[in-house]
């Protein structure tokens, strides 16, 4: 049983899915939390991917801790009556966490996709850095995708069943970008933007920990850029929390070369990435995605939970302060030979092949 909730986990685990599929033995079933209804939705379409098991649990204005006691009871239920082989679940969300419980208390073991990723601050990234932790202790299977993640486990003291696999997030990703070469994307998504006239700076900014203040200041510091550098557009898919936009719609008002639209599917998205000409991000899976399009990604939080693309010069760590974020962007802008430095870097999180060998070690452990 595959079990996501956000769009992140539809991208991350779509390849794995269609291996799945391909399998002589084994058999995928689809179970939806819907933590995130409209962005989960999107992606199943994309990725022809029908749900078994719909739970829609996503209320307005839950807590966390309702989300994720949501999360644990109804998979409890749906798991006693459906007894899968294996659990699989992909990264560090409440779903994650909570459907990994479920499993655990029905004893049905768990494979955890993009395991080991640590920041080592349990408050950074939030709720997400002990979302995964406490997957890790709950998890049988254990699928790494780079060395730096294996070795985080080892340190924890989890050594048996764990695999090094890549991330899947590049099996969807060279997946996504071959296929729309042959479709026409809607550029009226992109509010005004013009990919062939302005350098354009794409933008992700959303995460909890950044609400408030650090969301404002990355706003106040997109308009400094904007300012001053006529010839680059800013490109911001705001997400729908209210907390956020209340942040950022009043900075980027009135800006003739500022566009705040509506959260873009992921087709759009990649199309985005793939024409712009760098990327400012607080996101995670945007940090390995970036890299693989060969796109300068400046990693707009305090730490990061995926430091190779840092160590390999494709990304940079600039925090969340003002002065910081304009001053890592100038030089990008201004400075050709720095902007060639990153994108020559090889991406560090795979080759594409990920989702095909997490499906060889499941056939392997289940016999």
């Known amino acids: 049983m595959c079990v996501f909730g956000t769009r992140p986990e539809a991208v991350k685990l779509a390849p794995v899915v269609q ?13 939806l939390t819907a933590q995130h209804r409209e962005m989960l939705d999107q992606m199943l379409s994309w990725f022809s991917i029908k749900p078994d098991y719909d739970l829609n649990l996503m209320r307005p204005g839950q ?56 920041t080592h601050d349990r408050y950074n990234p939030f709720p997400e850095e002990m979302a995964r932790r406490q997957t890790g202790r709950l998890a049988t299977l254990h699928f790494a995708p780079t060395k730096r993640a294996v070795e985080n486990l080892q340190r924890e003291g989890i050594s048996e069943n764990v695999f090094m696999t890549g991330n899947t997030v590049i099996d969807a990703l060279l997946d996504t970008a071959e296929r729309i070469k042959g479709i026409s994307v809607d550029k009226k998504l992109f509010g005004g933007v013009n990919f062939e006239r302005h350098r354009v700076i794409l933008v992700t900014a959303h995460r909890r920990e950044n609400w408030g203040t650090g969301i404002s200041d990355i706003a106040q510091a997109l308009r400094r850029i904007a300012d001053e550098f006529t010839d680059v557009q800013i490109l911001y898919p705001i ?29 759009p998205f990649v199309y985005a990435m793939q024409h712009s000409y760098l990327v400012l991000t607080d996101s995670g899976g945007v940090q390995e995605e970036a890299p693989t399009l060969k796109k300068p990604v400046l990693v707009m939080r305090t730490n990061t939970e995926r430091p190779e693309a840092l160590e390999s010069g494709a990304a940079r760590l600039v925090g969340i302060e003002q002065d910081n974020i304009v001053a890592a962007t100038k030089l990008l802008l201004t400075n050709s030979d720095e902007y060639k430095k990153m994108i020559s870097q090889d991406n560090p999180y795979g080759d594409g092949q990920a989702s095909r060998r997490i499906v060889q070690e499941i056939e392997k452990f289940l016999g």
């Open 239 to 267: 997400h729908r929390n209210p907390i956020v936009r209340e942040s950022v719609e009043p900075v980027f008002a009135g800006h003739e070369r500022m566009f705040l639209v509506e959260p873009l599917d992921y087709v």
């Open 19 to 31: 291996f799945l599929k391909s399998s002589s033995v084994l058999r995928p079933i689809i179970a």
């Open 63 to 118: 807590s966390l801790a309702q989300l994720t006691a949501s999360v644990l009871l109804e998979m409890d239920n749906l798991l006693a009556r459906t007894q899968p082989n294996m659990v699989l679940v992909q990264g560090d969300t409440a779903t994650v966490m909570a459907a990994s419980l479920a499993a655990f208390y029905q004893k049905i073991p768990v494979g955890h996709v993009e395991a080991g990723l640590r």
